[in-house]
């Protein structure tokens, strides 16, 4: 089946003329020479920026043309291959059977993913939007070459769906890599542990707004999927709180991540679903637990998970800090903090920052040797301009600023 559906795909492909792109330099060498204009700084900057509001420029340069729009979308070829994986997979797997149904595909771009849904679900009717109105242009010529008659496109800015469909319910509401560029989730504040996690969540009223007019068009057994690009658990965390507050429940048992090649580099992504049935909100503790143990669609490889080392550091029990140092980067790139901690008979060293990075060590941990040698460490960050404090108490600890 999986070579079945892999040929399936593959044919997709080769219809619209998608070519995998792998390597970076290649990829805008070959968009420089074959347009005649140097592009390559701006989709570069665009791709890197892509929740950024004025990145919307972008998608009327590369969509100025259908050939030009698929030259483009090579960048994304593998991440378009392992998510349509993932739904012919959840189809036969799961059950979930979208044939017959209302689909909307949210912020459709140029309609490579609505029209693959047209052709998995024939007796499902798909309505795609799209701001862009060059965007749509391309979707309607690719469905008109390949002979598509159950997809319609829509020039609408996706804000405001709920005000273009006000007669109409969607039984599912598909968003591929869309919401985060529609809208911008607010930037959480740097933290030091998972406890201050949830308290730095918030939830802003234009997520709300957006993510309400969503919520309007949905059936009451609508369900939304969506594969965004959520930069780490905290980031997911605020996006489900968002939906929480528009009355859309995560459905956990049905999530997954996945991962994919970006011009070489190995990505990954959640796929999170969301229906109106109301459930029991899921503290963060609980939510890393179930994150963590997520299957993954083609894992190529191990992605860091800074959560994971914190709660190992949290298990070993009850704990004497010993020693530590913070050190806060005058390049304001965060600040970092090096401990040396008594933990029953033995001791461990654990380094971590307000940005994320985390560090556990357990093993042959000779204190005195451990604490040198994040003295010495420190002092030459002190001499290079960084401002260094030692502590050797938790209240201690607490006087520093964050």
């Known amino acids: ?35 005649g204009v140097n592009l390559t ?24 043309d259908l050939e030009t729009s698929m030259d483009f979308a090579g960048y994304y070829h593998d991440l378009y291959r ?12 799961e059950g979930l059977n979208l044939d017959g149904k209302k689909i909307l595909d949210l912020g459709c771009d140029n309609g490579i993913t609505t029209c693959f849904v047209a052709m998995l679900y024939p007796n499902s009717q798909i309505v795609a939007v799209d701001k862009c109105k060059k965007g749509i242009k391309c979707a309607e010529e690719i469905a008109q070459n390949l002979g598509i008659k159950n997809v319609r496109f829509e020039s609408v800015d996706a804000k405001k769906v709920d005000k273009f469909f006000k007669d109409e319910k969607f039984d599912v ?4 890599r869309s919401m985060l560029e529609i809208t911008n989730l607010p930037k959480l504040k740097n933290f030091w542990s998972i406890d201050e996690v949830e ?38 965390l605020n996006f489900t709180k968002s939906m929480r507050e528009c009355g859309l429940y995560i459905d956990t048992e049905n999530m997954c991540k996945v991962q994919f090649e970006e011009l070489s580099d190995v990505e990954q992504m959640p796929v999170i679903i969301f229906d109106k049935k109301e459930k029991e909100e899921i503290g963060f503790y609980k939510f890393i637990e179930i994150y963590n143990n997520l299957p993954i669609l083609n894992k190529q490889k191990d992605m860091e998970d800074e959560f994971k080392i914190e709660l ?50 357990t093993e042959n941990v000779d204190k005195d040797k451990t604490i040198d040698e994040i003295r010495n460490m420190s002092n030459f960050i002190g001499r290079i301009g960084h401002k260094v404090t030692e502590y050797n108490s938790i209240k201690e600890r607490e006087q520093l600023v964050k």
Request: hydrophobic residues 35%.
């Open 312 to 361: 190992e550091f949290k298990s070993l029990g009850e704990k004497e800090l010993v020693y530590g140092t913070q050190i806060d980067y005058k390049t304001g790139v965060g600040s970092e903090r090096r401990e040396v901690w008594k933990a029953g008979d033995k001791f461990v060293c654990y380094k971590y920052s307000n940005v994320g990075k985390r560090e556990l060590i």
């Open 173 to 176: 509401v598909l968003s591929n």
């Open 1 to 35: 089946m999986e070579q079945l559906n892999s040929k399936i795909i593959g044919e997709y492909f080769d219809k619209i003329n998608l070519k995998e792109e792998k390597d970076r330099d290649e990829f805008f060498k070959k968009i420089d020479e074959k347009h």
């Open 82 to 93: 392992q998510f349509f994986t993932w739904l012919m997979k959840f189809k036969e797997e």
């Open 199 to 236: 308290d730095s969540i918030v939830v802003a009223n234009s997520v709300l707004k957006f993510f309400r007019s969503v919520e309007k068009v949905m059936a009451d057994d609508a369900k939304l999927i969506t594969f965004e690009r959520l930069d780490g658990l905290e980031e997911i």
């Open 41 to 64: 700084q701006n989709l570069d900057l665009a791709v890197s920026l892509r929740k950024d509001n004025g990145s919307g420029k972008i998608y009327n340069v590369k969509n100025k």
